[in-house]
């Protein structure tokens, strides 16, 4: 997931300020992302899962980074593409739901972890954080293409 980050900031770095401060909350959420699951896999024998502040930390990265694509971001890039033709409006149009349906799981984990520190819950931490970097993965990979559809393919 680094990489694909590395490679969108050297592809769009510099080419929008929104775009360059977005790109720089996914880094600073994958590296998050990474240090919680540098504390897998989960054995309550020898391993102790990231304590609740971190784990809150994570969570508040996670809704930011969520936050800025949703209303921020997206709408301006859907917009954007529209006024490019049909084509690229048929991409955006796409490629949004799809998005939007990672946003779920993502939703989902945070509902889960972000304040709750009961044993019971943790023990599926790890599972849940492998499924939420899976759903992240698959999330940037849409983003983007919704990004290259519109500075790369339809530049001006």
Request: aromatic letters at 12%.
């Given at each position: 997931m680094l990489s694909r980050l590395e490679r969108a900031q050297e592809k769009w770095g510099g080419s929008h300020s929104v775009i360059d401060?977005?790109?720089?909350?996914?880094q600073e959420l994958?590296?998050?992302?990474?240090?919680?699951?540098?504390?897998?896999?989960?054995?309550?024998?020898?391993?102790?899962?990231?304590d609740q502040m971190k784990i809150q930390a994570f969570c508040q990265?996670?809704?930011d980074y969520l936050s800025a694509g949703h209303f921020e971001i997206y709408d301006n890039l859907?917009?954007?593409?529209?006024?490019?033709?049909?084509?690229?409006?048929k991409l955006?149009?796409?490629?949004?739901?799809?998005?939007?349906?990672?946003t779920d799981v993502?939703?989902?984990?945070?509902?889960?972890?972000?304040?709750?520190?009961?044993e019971q819950v943790l023990q599926d931490f790890d599972k849940d954080l492998s499924h939420?970097?899976?759903?992240?993965?698959?999330?940037?990979?849409?983003?983007?293409?919704?990004?290259?559809?519109?500075?790369?393919?339809?530049?001006d």
């Open positions: 401060a977005w790109l720089a909350e996914r994958l590296l998050q992302y990474y240090k919680l699951a540098g504390f897998s896999p989960y054995d309550k024998k020898d391993h102790a899962l990231p990265i996670l809704m859907v917009e954007a593409c529209e006024e490019k033709g049909p084509d690229s409006a955006a149009q796409a490629l949004y739901p799809r998005i939007a349906g990672t993502a939703l989902d984990f945070n509902d889960k972890y972000a304040e709750n520190s009961q939420l970097g899976e759903v992240l993965e698959s999330r940037f990979e849409l983003e983007d293409e919704l990004i290259d559809n519109l500075y790369a393919n339809h530049s």
